[in-house]
Protein backbone atom coordinates (compact mmCIF):
# COMPACT_ATOMS: atom_id res chain seq x y z
CA UNK A 1 0.00 0.00 0.00
CA UNK A 2 1.50 3.58 -0.85
CA UNK A 3 1.73 6.22 1.98
CA UNK A 4 3.81 8.99 -0.85
CA UNK A 5 -0.42 10.14 -1.27
CA UNK A 6 -0.41 10.75 1.80
CA UNK A 7 3.09 12.04 3.11
CA UNK A 8 3.54 14.14 -0.52
CA UNK A 9 0.52 16.83 1.05
CA UNK A 10 2.90 16.86 4.21
CA UNK A 11 5.73 17.70 2.69
CA UNK A 12 4.34 20.13 0.37
CA UNK A 13 2.96 22.01 3.68
CA UNK A 14 6.21 21.96 5.46
CA UNK A 15 8.06 23.30 2.60
CA UNK A 16 5.76 25.89 1.92
CA UNK A 17 5.47 26.85 5.52
CA UNK A 18 9.46 26.95 5.40
CA UNK A 19 9.33 29.79 3.20
CA UNK A 20 6.02 31.56 5.22
CA UNK A 21 8.49 32.35 7.62
CA UNK A 22 10.31 35.52 8.91
CA UNK A 23 13.75 34.72 8.08
CA UNK A 24 12.71 33.77 4.82
CA UNK A 25 10.43 36.78 3.95
CA UNK A 26 13.48 39.30 5.12
CA UNK A 27 15.51 36.88 2.81
CA UNK A 28 13.83 37.78 -0.15
CA UNK A 29 12.70 41.14 0.61
CA UNK A 30 16.80 42.30 0.46
CA UNK A 31 17.74 44.13 -2.53
CA UNK A 32 20.42 42.08 -4.28
CA UNK A 33 23.47 44.12 -5.22
CA UNK A 34 25.99 42.38 -7.14
CA UNK A 35 28.19 42.14 -3.51
CA UNK A 36 24.96 40.26 -2.13
CA UNK A 37 24.93 38.06 -5.20
CA UNK A 38 28.30 36.87 -4.42
CA UNK A 39 27.38 35.92 -0.94
CA UNK A 40 24.58 34.50 -1.92
CA UNK A 41 25.98 32.18 -4.13
CA UNK A 42 28.89 31.60 -1.58
CA UNK A 43 26.09 30.71 1.01
CA UNK A 44 24.22 28.23 -2.03
CA UNK A 45 27.55 25.98 -2.81
CA UNK A 46 27.54 24.92 0.80
CA UNK A 47 23.68 24.62 1.37
CA UNK A 48 23.39 22.56 -1.88
CA UNK A 49 26.34 20.47 -0.70
CA UNK A 50 24.93 19.50 2.54
CA UNK A 51 21.30 19.39 0.75
CA UNK A 52 21.91 16.11 -0.41
CA UNK A 53 22.95 14.59 3.01
CA UNK A 54 19.66 15.33 3.91
CA UNK A 55 17.97 13.69 0.51
CA UNK A 56 20.04 10.72 1.85
CA UNK A 57 18.53 10.58 5.28
CA UNK A 58 15.06 11.42 3.98
CA UNK A 59 15.70 8.43 1.80
CA UNK A 60 16.59 6.16 4.44
CA UNK A 61 14.26 6.76 6.59
CA UNK A 62 11.02 6.61 4.27
CA UNK A 63 8.66 3.93 3.11
CA UNK A 64 9.85 2.11 0.04
CA UNK A 65 7.07 3.86 -2.25
CA UNK A 66 9.04 7.13 -1.41
CA UNK A 67 12.04 5.93 -1.41
CA UNK A 68 11.17 5.43 -5.55
CA UNK A 69 10.26 8.60 -6.00
CA UNK A 70 12.49 10.18 -4.31
CA UNK A 71 15.44 7.92 -6.84
CA UNK A 72 12.92 8.61 -9.45
CA UNK A 73 13.71 12.39 -9.10
CA UNK A 74 17.39 12.13 -8.26
CA UNK A 75 17.95 9.08 -10.54
CA UNK A 76 19.29 11.59 -13.26
CA UNK A 77 22.47 12.89 -10.82
CA UNK A 78 23.03 9.60 -8.52
CA UNK A 79 23.59 6.73 -11.70
CA UNK A 80 26.37 9.28 -12.63
CA UNK A 81 24.92 8.74 -16.87
CA UNK A 82 27.94 10.88 -18.67
CA UNK A 83 25.00 11.63 -21.25
CA UNK A 84 23.47 13.98 -18.65
Known sequence: MSQWLQIRPMI???VNRQFDT???KKLFAVRLT???VKVYQNHM???TNNRRDCWSFVAGKA???VKRAIWEHEK???IHDARM
Do not use: A, I, K
Request: aromatic fraction near 16%; hydrophobic fraction near 35%.
Open 12 to 14: DEM
Open 22 to 24: VEF
Open 34 to 36: PGR
Open 45 to 47: TFY
Open 63 to 65: PLD
Open 76 to 78: DEL
